[in-house]
């Protein structure tokens, strides 16, 4: 992780983004603000950051439409970011996390405990671009060359069932939305309808799982899939 890494707040309330810009900078980050979603927008496309703080409750555009749409932007959709607000309820945190938010805190937060999460995160997302390969139990996936072992058996998948285990192995637990999969796996200029997800996770399911008991990818029932974060147990 970079000590100069670059964070970007996007918070409509001064006094909380004075705090978080000062905080933050004592802590050796670029900061840049930004209090709705043009401004974000226009700071973005001058200045790539390496980590998001989005607000949930914007004027005119929400935090949550904020991160569906720059998950769908490929500048921005592998940004790590942090949703901020004082929705505290379990089906609000899963809203945010659905629609692609890396991490969650409820005002009013700990700075102390923020601060630790976002250099938790880079960490996380630096190790990630350094890495060559990501394994998970007995399943190893190379970025590289696009080999896939289960077992030191080689399993053959086609281009999009191995873009879809990358993407869902790349965060084991988090939930991809059949929409999140259709945006990351086909691409969002694609009309693709969702019953393709399904058939394509039906594929890569009889692939990875010929000859094993365990099937590594959950089904979220009306949602989508996620890779099971216990396989590694």
């Known amino acids: 992780m970079s000590a100069n890494a670059k964070i970007l707040i996007v918070e409509d309330e001064e006094e909380i983004t ?21 401004q974000a927008t226009k700071t973005l496309n ?6 998001i703080l989005l607000d949930w409750m914007l004027p005119e555009i929400s935090g949550i439409e904020l ?11 592998n940004i790590p970011i942090i949703m901020l607000t004082a929705r505290g309820q379990e ?23 923020l601060i630790a999460r976002i250099k938790a995160l880079l960490r996380r997302t630096s190790q990630k671009a350094l890495a060559e390969k990501i394994e998970i139990g007995e399943i190893e996936l190379n970025l590289d060359t696009h080999r896939v072992i289960r077992a030191g058996k080689e399993i053959h998948l086609g281009p999009k069932e191995y873009a879809m285990l990358e993407y869902l192995m790349a965060k084991p637990g988090i939930v991809r939305t059949r929409e999140q999969l259709l945006n990351n796996v086909w691409g969002s200029d ?15 399911r009889k692939a990875i799982n010929k000859g094993f008991d365990k099937d590594p990818i959950r089904t979220i029932r009306g949602t989508g899939y996620a890779f099971d974060e216990k396989f590694d147990k």
């Not at 001058?46 to 980590?51: A, G, S, V």
């Not at 089906?91 to 405990?113: H, N, Q, R, W």
């Not at 694609?190 to 890569?204: A, C, I, Q």
């Open 190 to 204: 694609v009309f693709v309808d969702d019953r393709s997800v399904d058939v394509h996770v039906g594929r890569l």
């Open 67 to 77: 991160c569906k749409r720059w998950r769908k932007n490929s500048k921005t959709k």
């Open 18 to 38: 004075t705090l978080l810009r000062y905080n933050l900078e004592a802590e050796g980050f670029v900061v840049f603000c930004a209090s709705y979603h043009e």
């Open 91 to 113: 089906s609000e945190k899963i809203e945010g996390l659905i629609t692609g938010a890396d991490d969650y805190i409820v005002k009013p937060f700990s700075m102390l405990e």
């Open 46 to 51: 001058e200045n790539l950051p390496d980590l």
